[in-house]
């Protein structure tokens, strides 16, 4: 038997008759069902629940008291599913989650002109509708297409509707989900509860979801009645499945008949076409469409839809992207060779499948985009269901009293054209205020600009943790220095402060040089590890020619320091677990005379494999300073380098005792290095780099008793980094706690900006790291107190 008696050879067809070839089955819904379902909407805005549950009885045969399932029920739904069901479906999840998080809108200023900065943002649709519909088959996936976009987007409120009963499959899916609100309620009425209201079911501001003729309709009347029920929209025109293979002479004709029945199976009305090139391809589709329909279980329906389809032999690609483009089919495979030529020519299309390996039910299923797409040619206007369909966009513009006058000239010509003096008004009363009260003041400025050196006039400083937030912090807590969180307490030996200090005092270097095991020869003693930075920069790198190199995302004072003394930097950023790019930075140190390596690194906490420092120094022996940040070491001291300074002539390492000595506020540091460069930086480094204050506690801090201490208090630290993973793994709102040998972490969360502002109003101040790159969404939490780390807990976990 042959299913498609005839195929078209699209070259003996004239214009009229190929658009006839091309049209899709009547999709026309009869006068009785728009009246019948225009009077259940209208029973459901009058009768509210009642109105559910007898329609609910009438269509589905089932008495149902409470619409809503309980969260229980939702809870347990996974402990009654096939085990290999559910690790499919979890397995689905976790894909389709993963492509859809890569949708999430990035934020970007755009600053259009100088002084007027330009932003979209995004919010979530505060109430969403899903249905999914029932029937014969539970349809669990959809549940998920519908749900986890919903779920990215941070919709407030999420309801689901689904005829009864419902399958456990769906439950555990909208469980996966973080859907709690669902309702045993099918059909036009669900939609029509989720669009107007009833006791049970909240009233949404956008319905999503496939289903029948009724369903159908009743999305299409409730969206149209706007004028009343203001606000309620819906995801898509919807109609028939449909599917255009193209196929060359690498195709598998038992491949195109699977995939062809494979759509046809979805409703009498589907359409499913192939197009190719090959009379032989065509010719075996064909014949073997019959031997492969019988072995399915729908074949009935699949049969009345493949008498809606076609076969269609044309002379070349180019015409069959032509005929692909005019139709605009739901799904297109594209079995051809050359797909990704063909690919940048298709511009008509719901969803494309490439090669010889990808059916379009792994789409449906389990490839990670969504299977809620445009049909009936609708792919012309509309795209395939994605996050930004669950939000709405919001445009933001700022300007500076300079950006306003830049584009001062521009508005009120326009406005003055349209004969809008108000507007025109609103732009020269703000420009006259500027020029009568900051005109003087503007000059000067623009003078000092002029005699400023260029590359200061543009630098981005430095941001540290206090600049940051201006605000009173007095009563918040503080987690985002990377501080101490214990207080260390000492008392001025030395009072008299007339006479200038020692300039590099030999008590403090012995004090050092015992804590560290090096001779004294190997101290310089420095205003904090930055002073470091700063005179190993001058002294080794000339401005015309030479260059630093370091490897983001890591401490931005390297490249600030650059800037500031107008020395070229190179950055590589490091590899996807933190590691330094070895490869990348063999071939980049022309001209490189330092490489800066902050280790454990800042702001991703992990400490860099050591075998890749050294393989680093011997590349660059005789040749390149190598400078190791260690300002965190003492978290991981087993990490210390110090042990390669003699061996290694390059090699430099920048210590302090702001972190695990709880003496940020001393501003003290080292430079640990071989005497030949120490015997170089001294004639750098300023006279007298430490006040006398500094030297007297920083001589207390190393000695022995204080020195236990310094430990203890790294192990209480530790203990509690320790406990705040271990209690922070369980925040649903987290994605990724990494790895950390510091006394901060860094955490990726599903949202950070939104955690950030909400743990601001808590008084809870931590680092925001997302404008970096490769650290979106993430925050960087200094460990604090025990109590600290428990308030930050108890509030992280009511945010999720």
């Not at 407030?156 to 973080?178: D, G, K, R």
């Not at 109609?239 to 060359?248: N, R, T, V």
């Not at 922070?728 to 901060?744: D, G, Q, Y």
Request: aromatic share 8%; glycine share 4%; net charge positive.
């Amino acid at each position: 038997m042959t299913i498609i008696n005839n195929l078209i050879y699209w070259h003996n067809h004239n214009k009229d008759e190929k658009k006839k070839i091309l049209s899709r089955p009547i999709f026309l819904i009869d006068k009785k069902i728009k009246n019948n379902v225009t009077n259940i909407l209208n029973q459901v805005k009058k009768k509210g629940d009642n109105a559910l549950k007898k329609y609910n009885l009438l269509f589905d045969k089932i008495k149902i008291d409470n619409l809503k399932i309980n969260t229980e029920k939702i809870n347990n739904a996974k402990f009654y599913i096939d085990k290999n069901i559910k690790n499919a479906i979890q397995s689905a999840y976790n894909n389709i989650y993963k492509f859809h998080k890569y949708q999430i809108f990035k934020k970007k200023i755009i600053e259009i002109i100088p002084g007027v900065f330009c932003k979209q943002i995004y919010r979530p649709i505060p109430k969403v509708g899903l249905y999914v519909p029932g029937g014969t088959s539970s349809l669990f996936s959809t549940v998920l297409m519908l749900g986890i976009p919903a779920q990215l987007a941070l919709c407030p409120e999420i309801i689901l509707c689904s005829p009864a009963p419902i399958s456990n499959e769906i439950l555990f899916a909208a469980y996966l989900c973080n859907i709690k609100n669902i309702f045993q309620v099918g059909g036009a009425h669900a939609i029509a509860a989720m669009a107007f209201g009833t006791e049970s079911i909240n009233r949404v501001n956008k319905i999503f979801g496939p289903g029948n003729f009724f369903v159908t309709e009743a999305k299409k009347q409730v969206s149209n009645q706007n004028k009343i029920y203001s606000n309620i929209s819906i995801d898509m025109p919807a109609g028939p499945s449909e599917l255009i293979i193209l196929a060359d002479n690498t195709a598998n004709y038992n491949f195109i008949i699977a995939d062809l029945l494979s759509q046809a199976e979805h409703g009498i009305d589907s359409q499913v076409f192939l197009i190719t090139t090959e009379e032989k391809i065509a010719k075996l589709v064909q014949k073997g469409l019959s031997q492969q329909l019988e072995k399915l279980p729908k074949k009935n329906i699949a049969k009345k839809s493949i008498s809606n389809s076609h076969i269609i032999i044309v002379k070349n690609i180019e015409e069959c992207i032509k005929i692909i483009n005019k139709y605009a089919p739901e799904h297109l495979i594209i079995q051809c060779h050359n797909y990704e030529k063909i690919l940048s020519k298709i511009i008509n299309a719901g969803s494309i499948f490439l090669g010889h390996w990808t059916p379009e039910s792994v789409g449906d299923y389990a490839s990670g985009t969504n299977h809620v797409l445009p049909t009936y040619g609708y792919a012309l206007t509309y795209s395939g269901l994605g996050i930004s369909d669950f939000q709405k966009r919001m445009y933001v513009q700022k300007l500076t009293k300079k950006g306003l006058l830049n584009i001062s000239h521009t508005v009120e010509i326009m406005a003055k054209t349209e004969n809008l003096l108000g507007h025109s008004n609103s732009i020269t009363i703000r420009k006259n205020f500027i020029n009568k009260n900051f005109f003087h003041q503007k000059k000067k400025i623009n003078n000092i600009n002029k005699i400023a050196r260029k590359n200061i006039i543009n630098l981005i400083p430095y941001k540290s943790a206090r600049s940051l937030y201006k605000s009173d912090m007095k009563h918040s807590i503080l987690l985002n220095a990377n501080e101490s969180p214990i207080t260390s307490y000492f008392t001025l030996n030395k009072k008299i402060f007339n006479k200038y200090p020692e300039p590099q005092s030999k008590e403090l270097i012995n004090m050092y040089s015992r804590y560290v095991n090096l001779s004294t020869e190997n101290i310089l003693i420095t205003r904090g590890a930055d002073e470091g930075i700063d005179i190993i920069m001058r002294t080794f790198c000339n401005q015309r020619h030479d260059k630093i190199l370091f490897c983001p995302p890591t401490y931005d004072m390297y490249r600030v320091t650059a800037e500031i003394l107008d020395i070229k930097y190179i950055m590589i950023n490091s590899i996807d677990n933190w590691e330094l790019n070895l490869d990348k930075i063999k071939k980049n140190l022309n001209n490189v005379k330092i490489i800066y390596i902050c280790n454990p690194n800042n702001p991703t906490g992990n400490s860099i494999n050591i075998n890749n420092i050294i393989k680093l120094l011997e590349l660059t022996k005789n040749k390149i300073i190598i400078v190791i940040d260690e300002a965190y070491i003492e978290f991981c001291i087993n990490q210390s380098l110090t042990y390669l300074i003699n061996k290694y002539q390059n090699l430099i390492i920048l210590r302090t005792l702001s972190k695990a000595f709880a003496l940020a506020g001393l501003r003290c540091g080292f430079i640990l290095t071989n005497k030949n460069i120490i015997n170089i930086l001294i004639k750098v480094i300023a006279p007298y780099p430490i006040p006398d204050p500094v030297i007297d506690i920083a001589i207390q801090a190393l000695n022995l008793k204080n020195l236990i201490i310094m430990k203890n208090n790294v192990k209480i630290i530790i203990n509690n980094k320790k406990w705040l993973i271990n209690n922070l793994n369980n925040c649903p709102c987290i994605k990724t706690i990494f790895n950390s040998k510091t006394n901060f972490i860094l955490i990726k969360f599903n949202n950070s900006n939104n955690i950030f502002n909400m743990l601001n109003k808590k008084k809870i101040i931590v680092r925001n790291q997302n404008h970096e790159k490769k650290l979106h969404n993430c925050l960087r939490i200094t460990v604090g107190t025990f109590y600290e780390c428990k308030k930050l807990f108890f509030e992280l976990k009511k945010l999720s």
